[in-house]
């Protein structure tokens, strides 16, 4: 039969507030961990990553956090501001069995952040 | 700055057709991506090709094919275009010491 799209989850803050977007993870075997932002009409830009040996990374603005014990990943956004409105994706790249992995990423569906002035 | 251009941004073409998306990058990474992105289901892995004249499959290849007879350019072939191939097309590239992929800014293709 046909499939059907999932909903995106969606977050709604106001300009200053903090941003916390979640991402769940499947395999405990994940080499490192890239969050992008995708703004409407244009391909995802690189955000952050995070290796799989580290609990915490902090950028500009951003934190990213990841639990490997629960297989979770958060990305902070502080002072959210109206051009952080976009759809954030999770990425997680995955060694296979050869111990390489040519930089493949899987990706999460995506969380649709919207910032209202 | 990387610069990933995809040679269009939207086309339309028949179901049988066969369908040609180009992808060139400047930056002389090795490593070059298609995705497929549909709505609620995030970005799916449809090839790869880690160097010139390699390739592998992603996670969805069916109908699909793909060349890389120089290291700058990716092209993502459509063997008989079918309507479930209606989508947003990503091409990417990296650079093998670099976690990150760099991506174009899409092609919307419409299967009609």
């Known amino acids: 039969g046909e499939s059907v799209g999932l909903h995106l989850p969606t977050l709604s803050v106001q300009e200053g507030d903090n941003s916390i977007i979640n991402c769940a993870y499947s395999n405990s075997a994940s080499d490192y961990f890239i969050w992008y932002k995708q703004e409407s009409g244009k391909g995802p830009q690189f955000i952050i990553d995070?290796?799989?040996?580290?609990d915490k990374r902090q950028g500009q603005r951003v934190t990213v956090l990841l639990n490997k014990t629960v297989k979770h990943l958060s990305l902070q956004i502080a002072a959210t501001q109206p051009g952080d409105s976009a759809v954030y994706f999770c990425a997680e790249n995955i060694r296979n069995a050869g111990g390489t992995s040519y930089g493949k990423l899987t990706f999460g569906q995506g969380t649709i952040l919207t910032v209202h002035p | 700055d990387v610069k990933v251009t995809q040679s269009s941004r939207y086309l339309v073409k028949r179901t049988g057709e066969k369908v040609f998306l180009e992808c060139v990058q400047d930056m002389d990474h090795e490593n070059m991506f298609w995705y497929r992105q549909d709505p609620g289901l995030g970005l799916r892995l449809i090839y790869f090709s880690y160097d010139v004249k390699m390739k592998e499959k992603g996670d969805i290849p069916e109908g699909y094919s793909v060349s890389r007879e120089k290291k700058e350019r990716f092209s993502l072939i459509l063997e008989s275009a079918s309507t479930n191939q209606t989508s947003m097309y990503l091409c990417?590239?990296?650079?093998?010491?670099?976690?990150?992929?760099?991506f174009g800014d899409g092609t919307r293709l419409s299967i009609l």
């Open positions: 990417a590239s990296r650079y093998e010491a670099s976690r990150s992929q760099h």
């Open positions: 995070i290796r799989s040996n580290m």
